[in-house]
């Protein structure tokens, strides 16, 4: 099927998407606030500058597209029929650079979260969220745990106690 729009009309169309700011993120943000979690956006420092940043749990929150970010088995995910192999192409690559991404910060010591658009429709938004909210206390809670001191002993020996073969 061939597409409704001219050319001129589908850029015109596509440009208008906006990257920051989505109905999606603007639901977790809201979300997020109102239940006293503080964040920063887009963190330039960080690779793939990060939707929300949360310094205080070591977490950071991708709020994804379905369509731009290739969620597999997604209804929202749908390649369009034309100019079909720059979409596959296009995608691919957001999906690499997402996971590239993701590597990155987690050997930088970050916990990363991915909320899909499809899990913010309203027939999952309260479940979405929720977890989300029990997902951010679990990590800071385990993040700061105190550790038997047996743990503690074994991993940090100073130089003089260590066995020297």
Known sequence: ??????????????????????????????????????????????????DLVLRKYRTVIFVNGCFWHGHDGCKYFVLPKTNSEFWKNKIQKNKERDIKEQKELASMGWHCITVWECQLKPALREQTLKSLEYTLNHIFLSDRRVKPYEDYESEHLLAAERDCD
Do not use: C, W
């Open 1 to 50: 099927m061939a597409d409704r729009l001219t050319k001129e009309q589908r850029h015109k169309n596509m440009s208008a998407i906006r990257g920051k700011n989505t109905k999606p993120e603007l639901l977790v943000r809201k979300f997020l606030f109102s239940r006293g979690f503080r964040y920063r956006l887009n963190h330039p420092r960080l690779p793939g500058h990060p």
